[in-house]
């Protein structure tokens, strides 16, 4: 029941706009795989694509070794879950949650005891006789799953789906998609333009860029070794600080005159330095210092405390997070000290470079 | 005072329309309210005679109740065929094509000519016994009948006419397909339904509002239908009153027999009847217009 989605060179173009651009990617069987990306990076074109509602300008899609490219949507054992989760609004939750199963020429005992299933998998049998205007939005976020899961499909797709809630909804929706796969265990890929989302959620994190996947890996290991730049400053929150720094002789750079240990191979030359607002600390401790910054603000989140602080070596504002209630006020001077070990480093290309 | 002169030039503003619809619309209307309880022939004074043209109407006027069965069957024909020939294309307009609004406009314009008198004169010819459709039928090898002068036919040439200015419903179709969200569509292609299905079970319904507001106007335009019949009678109503339209028969008493009153009586008569049908409408909606709030 476990499927596997390969992409070999996919290529999708409006006209003459190129929007995906050469795909390689294998989906892993039963994995919860998440595609993330700025708006505009064609993730949502990508999970069209595979489920059938874009066609495929290039290159080939495989659901367990078969092509699917000419293969009409539905048989390609797909469900999807939509961001606007399109219901139909004048149906029941219970027509709703039938439709697909009618269509296919379920018997009637069937479909009912289907549609009950999933009702009760998903809390809303007490809703079935309504319609979707008389729900919640987290309710028919519901729906909309269970519409999906009553065909007993081979593969979940989500395009952004708990877009349209609030935060405290999210997070619980969130746990209970998790809990969901964990209870299926089919193949699912979600879209999602938050990389809170992504983290959370996933086995497997594709982060895409403008047509092209920038990575895949699991969660920590984008989070740990990032293979770009892009990658690095996207994942993560707040964002990774990029500081410009000149090769030195060895794995060291220098930056100000301050020479860094950063335990990365490189070639000379001009190149940029990130490090993570959790892994720079301030006052005595292991590492090295590498400036006293200036602090201009600071944001008290109870749990942490996060500071945007100006240092000598340029004019925008690095951040630091500091664990625990700090007492800092802006306007204080801090100096800034960071470990070798959490330090990255990326060519002029933006590439990573190894340890 | 002081409102009447802080809102002095909004109700100046406001004039042409007020003066337009109490002198030229309220007031005629209650007007002939009353005068369709007189005897009046626009010479002498009007002299009340209570119901006694209502009474007339239903039972001593054959006229009146062939004259509503004409309009009745035009109403039945043209309207079920106007919004169904008006769906029909706009569904293919919708499906997006080059130069939309060149096929929109041109689409539209039977609306904008279809109730002049020089389309229903057109009309005339096309369907006369020597007209256009029976010189291609004669391709054919098939002798058409003259389409108008023949009391079987006449009235669907009219039908025919009606249907060919589906312009109107077809942009307002159109804009409530674009309505439509095409994620809707997706959903049911991912679960197998096939185009016929999609149109049944989700078009249809979501579009359904729109098509009651279509049935509602159109039914009300049918009922109030004069200038074809008109023209192509040449006032007559004829061949045998097949074409004698309600609004025609009233006319007819009215500016031909000079039956102001009695006229007046016909006209509320059908005020009554479109109110009655509207309302009938409205009570149906409950069991098949959905609508998404």
Known sequence: ?355 | MTAIRRNGAGYLFLSPWLIGFFCLTLGPALASLYLSFTRFDLLNAPEFIGAQNYVRMVTADPKFAASMKVTLIYVVFSVPLKLAFALAVAMVLNRGMRGLPVYRAIFYLPSLLGTSVAIAVLWRQLFAADGMVNGILAQFGIIGPSWISNPNYSIYTLVVLSVWQFGSPMIIFLAGLRQIPTDMYEAASLDGASPARQFWRITLPLLSPVIFFNLVIQVIEAFKAFTPAFVISGGSGGPINSTLFYTLYLYQEGFSYFRMGYASALAWVLVAIIAVFTAFSFLTTKYWVHYDD
């Open chain 1, 1 to 355: 029941m476990v499927t596997t989605i390969t992409l070999n060179k996919v290529e999708k173009r409006f006209g003459a706009l190129d929007v995906i651009r050469g795909i390689d990617l294998e989906i892993k069987p039963g994995a919860f795989t998440v595609f993330v990306g700025p708006s505009g990076c064609g993730k949502s074109t990508l999970l069209r694509m595979i489920a059938g509602l874009e066609t495929i300008s290039g290159g080939d899609l495989l659901i367990d070794g078969d092509r699917m490219n000419d293969v009409a949507a539905s048989k390609r054992g797909i469900a999807m879950v939509f961001q606007s989760y399109a219901l139909y609004p004048h149906m029941s939750v219970y027509k709703n949650l039938a439709f697909g199963l009618e269509t296919a020429g379920y018997k009637r005992e069937e479909i009912d005891r289907r549609v009950r299933e999933a009702a009760a998998t998903l809390q809303i049998t007490d809703y079935l006789q309504r319609k979707p205007k008389a729900l919640s939005g987290g309710q028919r976020q519901r729906v909309a799953i269970g519409r999906s899961i009553v065909r007993d499909p081979k593969i979940f797709l989500f395009d952004e789906p708990l877009s349209n809630l609030d935060a405290e909804l999210r997070v619980q929706m969130r746990v209970e998609i998790t809990k969901l796969h964990e209870r299926l265990g089919n193949t699912m890929i979600y879209v999602t333009h938050d990389q809170v989302e992504a983290m959370t959620m996933a086995d497997q994190i594709v982060v895409l860029k403008a047509g092209k996947v920038m990575q895949a890996g699991s969660p920590l290991e984008l989070y740990n070794n990032p293979a770009n730049q892009f990658v690095a400053g996207f994942i993560g929150s707040p964002k990774m600080n990029f500081v410009a720094v000149e090769a030195a002789d060895g794995t060291a750079v220098t930056l100000n005159g301050v020479r860094i240990e950063t335990g990365r191979q490189h070639a000379s030359g001009k190149l940029t330095l990130g490090i993570r607002p959790e892994h720079i600390d301030i006052g005595d401790g292991p590492g090295q210092v590498i400036g006293e910054a200036r602090v201009e603000l600071v944001e008290h989140l109870g749990g942490s405390t996060v500071l945007h602080v100006l240092p000598p070596f340029q004019e925008e504002t690095m951040t630091v997070m500091l664990s625990g209630q700090q007492p800092c006020r802006s306007g204080d001077r801090v100096a800034l000290r960071i470990e070798r070990k959490n330090c990255h480093l990326f060519d002029t290309e933006g590439r990573a470079l190894l340890r």
